[in-house]
């Protein structure tokens, strides 16, 4: 059986109204929280609430104060035991390191009378005695714990304020929004960040509600405990399960029960009944002066719904919105299939306009060299050419052919008339050859291009035959 070590009795002995010895007092510890994400399902799907070290922090100042050890989070029974210690380490989960809560309890199993007899100390756990529950503890029959606590500042993930404040955070857990991350855009879900809050209790079995019950003691000196908390106490208020944190007002409490089952949420304060979806698909975001009012009238407030009606209308609603995001995810598969083809044939028609413009250019340049010859900058209009549209370019080809067709033709046209002309060779003085020779020559030069001296030898040549 545990016992606590010289240094564990002193500080248990801090809580108790009458001096324990080492044999009366069960001790151990648990494993009670950590930073890993828990996984949580909302009105919008899936989210994590994530406790940040700082919460952790938190709940240990609490639990070193002292709260109670209960059953099953049933807050109308006393409880049989009680934290004494706290610590926050770092654990390695998996090969990451993760922060992680252990907190310290003890259980009384017997008292004395005055006689110095063992008196046995009930519970009203179905007649168990504090020793019984010892026991079951210590044989591995009772090892699942779950504390119960209160997050003072739920905040959002994406924005980083209260999620409740619809003022300053229009963010919905379990919906994905853009957020820009070292200059790139990613896509981030909205999740519920616990940093801040208070420990009420600590439970062996997980179930229903949170709440909890602390003895201060008389006479204790001030110094030795300076943070006890008043006692909450629900009386007959009743306890509503939170499905969505942003339902509930700005100011109202929001209490947790935590262990290897996962986290369930209450609160005091009745929550919306559903999230108000408009026909584009948004919120319709209430201001929190009108949860406010909803908060201070509850009569005037819808029936509540029911925690099984609530699981229900959360299905159906997630199945309607993950049935629309198949649908937009398909079409939005479809339209990218069309902006691929369509992308495909357009750099296709590219490419043939490109192959038709340098064709066209290449024409063009070719109609200006056989247009103007030496005189022709080739380099200088191809810089020109290369600014000009498809149809401007038709069109410089088309004047260029026209300036080279002109002399062409009356060149033929004066060809033609020296020759019906041209006097008999044999009569020519050598002088009147050479001077036809020249024209001759000329009119080839024009037509051909060439050396006119080599043109006009050939010619006399001809002439002297």
Known sequence: MPVPTKDQLETINKFSQVPLEEDQVFVFRSLSADTLPVKQFGWFGEYSILMTENMLLDLKQSYKTGVGLLASHNSRRLPFGRTYNAEVTTDSVDGESVKTLYVDHYIVKYTKDSEGNKVPLRTEVNNMTTQDIANHIEVGHAFDTSIGFEITNPGCSICGHDIRDYSKCDHLLGQHYDVMVDGINEKKRCDLVADAGEAYENSLVYAGAVNR???????????QLTALHDPVNAGDSEIYNVEDVKSLPLNSKVFCSL??????????????????????????????????????????????????????LSKQLHEQLHSDLKKSQEAEKNLTAELEKA???????????????????????AAGIKARGNSFSKERFEKYLNTLSLDELAAEKEALEAEFSAPLEAAQLTQKTISEEKPEVANLSAEEKRALASKEAALRFKREGGDIGKLTKEELDKLNK
């Open 213 to 223: 019950a602390i003895v201060v003691k008389n006479d204790r000196d001030s110094n």
């Open 259 to 312: 262990s290897k089952g996962g986290m369930n949420l209450f609160s005091f304060t009745q929550p919306e009944n559903k999230p108000k979806l408009l026909s584009q698909g948004g919120m319709e975001m209430p201001t929190n002066e009108t949860q406010a009012e909803e908060t201070k009238a509850p009569a005037a407030q819808e029936a509540t719904v029911t925690s099984q009606d609530g699981i229900v």
């Open 343 to 365: 992308k495909t044939s357009l750099a296709a028609t590219e490419a043939i306009v490109q192959q038709f413009s340098s064709k066209l250019k290449e024409e063009t340049l």
